[in-house]
């Protein structure tokens, strides 16, 4: 079954220092992954996708992912972290069978850009 | 183009009684689903469609019923509610997931508490 983990609860950093919030996942086959943002009483947003190709990717915001095959990891990272990154982040992947086509999420983690 | 929307936004329940949420969008999306959102538990999937007409459980479905009789409705019911129903509950919709930019688009969340 396919699955991810996110192993912090939260993750604690200072404006201008850069940021990463970590996932790990176990899929058959090659993985679909995902990062998404959710802002207190907000639905979650989406912020960059892995399927195939570059293992660094591009998203919304200035974030960007690296995706590790040999580590089985897709962490999320920004250069230079704002105190509006603060929200709760979630990984996920995709599982795709016969008609059926759904994310699989992690448990989220709870970033925390100090000033 | 108001993308995923979700009625009611909050709603207080004492136990036995019933409820439906509504979840619509304008996307045209085949896909949609509905998730719960507890702390320390990330997103779970309590039923989803694939189509008109179509519904499949998910990860957590027991207590709720789910009915796609319009391409852009889904609704989420509870027959007769429990305190462990309390929780927020957020729609999604999509399209296959297969391409770079192909993601699920969620709604504003619902907010349920059961006394």
């Known amino acids: 079954a396919q699955s991810v983990a996110q192993p912090e609860d939260q993750v604690n950093v200072a404006e201008g220092n850069p940021l990463t919030v970590k996932c790990t996942y176990s899929?058959?086959?090659?993985?679909?992954l995902f990062w998404y943002v959710q802002y207190p009483n907000r639905g979650l947003q989406f912020l960059l996708k892995y399927i195939t190709g570059d293992n660094l990717v591009k998203g919304s915001y200035g974030f960007e992912a690296e995706f590790n095959k040999s580590q089985t990891s897709f962490h999320l990272k920004k250069p230079s972290a704002l105190v509006s990154d603060s929200a709760l982040y979630f990984c996920?992947?995709?599982?795709?069978?016969?008609?059926?086509?759904?994310?699989?999420f992690g448990t989220g983690t709870r970033l925390q850009v100090f000033p | 183009n108001a993308g995923v929307t979700q009625t009611p936004k909050f709603r207080v329940l004492k136990t036995g009684q019933s409820m439906t949420l509504l979840c619509a969008q304008d996307?045209?999306?085949?896909?949609m689903y509905w998730y719960r959102q507890d702390p320390g538990m990330g997103l779970r999937l309590i039923h989803y469609?694939?189509?008109?007409?179509?519904?499949a459980k998910g990860e957590v479905p027991d207590g709720y019923n789910v009915s796609r009789l319009k391409k852009q409705n889904f609704l989420l019911g509870l027959e007769s509610a429990a305190p462990s129903q309390t929780s927020v509950y957020f729609c999604a919709s999509s399209y296959a997931l297969a391409g770079p930019t192909d993601t699920q688009y969620f709604g504003p969340g619902t907010r349920l508490t059961v006394l």
């Open positions: 899929v058959s086959g090659n993985p679909y």
């Open positions: 996920a992947v995709r599982d795709k069978a016969y008609n059926t086509d759904k994310l699989i």
């Open positions: 469609s694939v189509g008109e007409g179509t519904t």
């Open positions: 996307m045209n999306h085949e896909y």
